[in-house]
Nanobody, 123 residues
């Protein structure tokens, strides 16, 4: 599975962005998907995950209520809608896929990673 993340950019605090993760090479209808982020000097951290069917979603406490993960299996694409952005959301955002139908909070459980897209939130 090859993953291509896009949609990052520069936005003011309180603004919104929608990230996309397009998958190719294999259908993603049977894989769990997740978004992670890594700020400069920090460890990569979990943001959100979604099951293969889209029925189950998981969020980090820091983004719950502001971010929404969704997927369109017909388009082999997963989205991350980010609202009410804060400067502390600034990071490189990565999408990832894991064999098996469930999403996960744990980096080590993912098998495929995209290249990352930069999100910068100015105060």
């Amino acid at each position: 599975v090859q993953l291509q993340a896009s949609g990052g950019g520069l936005v003011q605090a309180g603004g919104s962005l929608r990230l996309s993760c397009a998958a190719s090479g294999r259908t993603v209808t049977s894989v769990g998907m997740g978004w992670f982020r890594q700020a400069p000097g920090k460890e990569r951290e979990f943001v959100a995950a979604i099951s293969a069917s889209g029925d189950a979603t998981y969020y980090a406490d820091t983004v719950k209520g502001r971010f929404t993960i969704s997927r369109d299996n017909a388009k082999n694409t997963v989205y991350l809608q980010m609202n009410s952005l804060k400067p502390e959301d600034t990071a490189v955002y990565y999408c990832a896929a894991r064999r098996g139908g469930w999403g996960s909070r744990f980096i080590d459980e993912y098998d495929y990673w995209g290249q990352g897209t930069q999100v910068t939130v100015s105060s």
